[in-house]
């Protein structure tokens, strides 16, 4: 049985959306029938009230008066705080909502931060009212009606009729879809003649046993791909065209939304990014700044002209870039094609500017957290041996993030935390070499905290005592995470080794913001769950 929201302006019709939910409920679905009315009293009664919605989301029905556009969409807001704590729940599988000019404002603000894959089904008269939520890249399906859907005619309802069991049919297929969905996914985006480099990179995923989909050009695609991530869908991000972010700097047109580079950041995934194609701003013909007279264009033809960014608009673009990076949760590694970022820069071709070129990478690797790895390829961005480089990054992430969230998980008083703070505690991990014989914490040594052996092997030694060996996959220091040194041990490697380091003081800090830590701490204690 899934959960399916049917919401709308129960004032002025709640006949109408009465009628769906009937329809849905007969196909065995749970309906909560919301109101977002905007005026008077709801001719129905529903579920979840207009005061309620507003009061989840912090509102007052006093804020209505004025302009009706302005109460649609703050109502659109309130309702959109309700459906994504719904989804968030996972009390949310389908949305389905009828009406006029101002039920689709309504719907455009209530959906737009729902994430692809939760089906949405509109009925209405004025489709154009909701283009850019369907370009936006939300799960929506349009189901046109001749005239406003305001009661239950001839004509209204056998469309509401169709567009209900469409939702239903939606919701039942993605059940079995989710069930069926056997390979991990991959979203990728690319740009300019890198084609064939992308052919093989997506040869190299599926072979690993990735299901890839491939994002081209701006605004729209960036717009989509950050959609897709958001929806919890996705393994891995290959982002190797990130033009869109040079538009939003500059002030070209096909800038992607604020949105850009965040979602795969907000979910925690493995993720390779690239300054790919950030030489190229695009603007429109006919409609270009004054500011921008005398700098160096190109014709595309129609209604585009590429101007080649700046060494200064370089800088902007490798600060934003790093900003948003920083903020990822999951393993990232940043590739830079030093022949240039896209083919339109390379040796001899129009917008070849080493020194922009340079500014960008100097900024966006010096404003880097601790953490991102950065790889130097001697390539154009579109060549095929920097996208397969990439390739080969990303699975190293994906494998990272597998490994990192084991270790974590192998703690007593981590096995039980949400996914957002191993994810989280996972960016504290700090990776560690060392040679056979060397010291990985010497008599005196002050790194006190939890080590976990990814290869390799090392010794557990106090004075001359060998207290214990450890292997690939086992760790020391559980207690020192939270008591400091409890005891004056030595660490050493047996043989060449890789080692995972949480620091003491980094792990405090971060209880500070997770109090939900301490008492998973106290209750390993009241058990006695340590290793060590």
């Excluded at 080794?497 to 500070?512: D, H, K, P, S």
Aim: charged content about 25%; some cysteine; hydrophobic content about 45%.
């Amino acid at each position: 049985m899934a959960k399916i929201v049917v919401f709308g302006t129960l004032d002025t019709k709640g006949a109408v959306h009465q009628f769906l939910a009937e329809r849905i409920r007969r196909q065995g679905h749970e309906v909560l029938l919301v109101d977002a009315g905007l005026r008077g009293r709801a001719q129905v009664v529903a579920d979840l009230d207009r005061g309620e919605v507003l009061r989840r989301a912090g509102r007052e029905e006093g804020e209505f008066a004025g302009d009706p556009k302005q109460a649609a969409a703050l109502m659109g807001k309130a309702l959109g705080v309700v459906l994504l704590q719904l989804f968030l729940e996972k009390r949310l599988d389908g949305v389905i909502s009828a009406g006029g000019r101002l039920g689709m404002q309504v719907a455009v603000e209530a959906l737009s931060g729902l994430p692809f894959g939760v089906p949405c089904v509109l009925a209405t008269q004025v489709p154009d009212a909701v283009a850019g939520l369907v370009q936006s890249g939300k799960d929506v399906a349009l189901f046109s009606c001749l005239v406003e859907p305001a009661g239950l005619n001839r004509i209204v309802r056998p469309v509401l009729a169709r567009a209900a069991s469409a939702l239903c049919g939606m919701v039942e297929f993605g059940a079995v879809a989710r069930w069926m969905a056997d390979r991990p996914l991959i979203v990728a985006s690319r740009f300019g003649h890198s084609q064939f480099g992308f052919e093989r990179a997506q040869r190299i995923l599926e072979r690993a046993g990735y299901d890839v989909v491939l994002f081209t050009g701006k605004r729209a695609g960036g717009r989509v791909m950050e959609s897709v991530i958001a929806s919890g869908l996705v393994t891995g991000v290959l982002d190797l065209s990130t033009a869109d972010v040079a538009d939003a700097v500059v002030g070209g047109f096909l800038e992607a939304g604020a949105l850009r580079l965040e979602a795969a950041g907000r979910c925690g995934i493995a993720a390779v990014v690239a300054p790919g194609g950030v030489d190229a701003v695009s603007l429109e013909r006919g409609n270009i700044p004054s500011d921008f007279e005398g700098r160096l264009m190109l014709d595309q033809g129609g209604k585009t002209l590429l101007m080649r960014s700046s060494p200064s608009e370089c800088r902007e673009i490798g600060l934003l870039m790093a900003a948003r990076i920083n903020r990822y949760l999951g393993p990232v590694t940043v590739c830079l094609p030093t022949r240039g970022v896209s083919g339109l820069s390379g040796a001899g071709q129009p917008f070849q500017d080493q020194k922009a070129d340079r500014i960008l990478f100097e900024t966006l690797e010096s404003h880097l957290r601790k953490g991102v790895r950065v790889l130097r390829v001697k390539t154009t961005s579109e060549d095929a041996p920097f996208v397969e480089t990439c390739v080969l990054a990303l699975l190293e992430n994906i494998r990272r993030h597998a490994r990192d969230s084991e270790m974590l998980r192998g703690v007593a008083f981590f096995k039980n935390s949400s996914g957002v703070v191993i994810r989280e505690l996972a960016r504290l991990l700090e990776p560690l070499a060392f040679t056979e014989g060397e010291w990985v914490r010497p008599a005196g040594g002050e790194a006190e905290g939890l080590y976990c052996v990814v290869q390799g092997s090392l010794e557990v030694l106090l004075g001359e005592e060998r207290l214990e060996r450890l292997g690939a996959g086992q760790r020391y220091g559980e207690r020192e995470l939270v008591f400091g040194r409890t005891r004056p041990v030595q660490l050493r490697a047996l043989e060449n080794c890789e080692v995972l380091f949480l620091e003491c003081g980094e792990f405090q800090r971060f209880c500070e913001k997770h109090p939900e830590l301490e008492e998973a701490i106290a209750d390993t204690l009241k058990k006695g769950g340590w290793r060590d």
